[in-house]
């Protein structure tokens, strides 16, 4: 089963720092764009982070400059190191990625996400 899976969520109180890290699993051949979305409660999901296969990165103006994103595409990892954060960052975070792999014998294209990890930021 192709998959990603994400851990490092949790509580931490404002200005502190949490390191999110999402790993992709199954049989694939490759993996183009990742990135990481977050899902505030009433809210619509929004783009946090993304990064290329060739390193290249992009961020949401609310999160420039306190986020960093980053990948190991021999492992098919992507991490988010979040610093300063507020309480507006809490949200549920997900990874995102753009991947070929082999699904029943068949070579595809598939998008994947991540199930989500909690982030709380709160005194």
């Known amino acids: 089963q192709v998959q990603l899976v994400e851990s490092g969520g949790g509580l931490v109180q404002p200005g502190g720092s949490l390191r999110l890290s999402c790993a992709a699993s199954?049989?694939?051949?490759?993996?183009?764009?990742m990135g990481w979305y977050r899902q505030a409660p009433g809210k619509q999901r929004e783009l946090v982070a993304g990064?290329?296969?060739?390193?290249?990165?992009s961020y949401a103006d609310s999160v420039k400059g306190r986020f960093t994103i980053s990948r190991d595409n021999a492992k098919n990892t992507v991490y988010l190191q979040m610093n300063s954060l507020k309480p507006e960052d809490t949200a549920v975070y997900h990874c995102?990625?753009?991947?070929?792999?082999?699904?029943?014998?068949?070579?595809?294209?598939?998008?994947?996400w991540g199930q989500g990890t909690l982030v709380t930021v709160s005194s």
């Open positions: 990064i290329t296969s060739g390193g290249r990165t």
């Open positions: 995102n990625a753009d991947s070929v792999a082999v699904v029943g014998g068949d070579v595809r294209y598939l998008e994947l």
């Open positions: 199954g049989r694939i051949i490759s993996i183009t764009d």
